[in-house]
Structure formats: C-alpha cells, structure tokens
C-alpha cells in the first residue's frame, strides 16, 4: 500500500484509522533521509498500545526537521531517541 502524504496530522480522523482507539494513543516518529524518502525529513503517524506500535500509512514530508515538527499535535510531548531505535529516527512525540 501506498503512504497517504499529509500537510500535517491536526485534522487526521482518528476513527478511520480502523479499531477503535481505546487505550491506545497516537505516537509520530521522526526521520532523517529513511531509505523511501532519501532526501526528507518523515513524520509518520503510529498507533500505541498494546502489544508494539502500529504504524499508519499517514506521513508529512518536508525538507528540514523545523518543517516537519509544525505537524505534530498539539499537546504532544517530545522524546529523544533511543539509542536502540533505528539511526534514522529522530525523535518521537507522544
């Protein structure tokens, strides 16, 4: 399937990102140059809770790391990257 690029994630209608999300949460990783979009900064949206996030096929593209964080939800709060997550991510917003 092919991602759903998006201007950025506020007026995402979260019903339709199928089940219900109780107890779930909304989470957006950033990238830096991933290897489907070399040249890019990638905001994707993930599912979280349950067992392991769910990524969505919901993603911003930009050209800085500035850009891509003016489509995060408001009220999200902003976390440093793992040193075991993949090299390309850049942070993670909950």
């Known amino acids: 399937m092919k991602n759903i690029v998006l201007n950025d994630f506020h007026n995402v209608d ?3 990102l199928g089940k219900p999300l109780k107890n779930k949460l909304p989470m957006i990783v950033i990238y830096k140059n991933p290897k489907d979009y070399p040249n890019n ?13 769910i990524p969505t096929l919901n993603i911003v593209l930009a050209d800085s790391l500035e850009e891509v964080r003016k ?14 997550d993949d090299p390309v991510v850049v942070e993670t917003w909950l």
Not at 41 to 53: D, F, M, N, T
């Open 14 to 16: 979260f019903s339709r």
């Open 41 to 53: 900064h990638v905001a994707r949206l993930w599912i979280a809770g349950g067992s392991s996030p």
């Open 71 to 84: 489509s995060v939800l408001p009220g999200m709060v902003r976390f440093e990257r793992d040193i075991s």
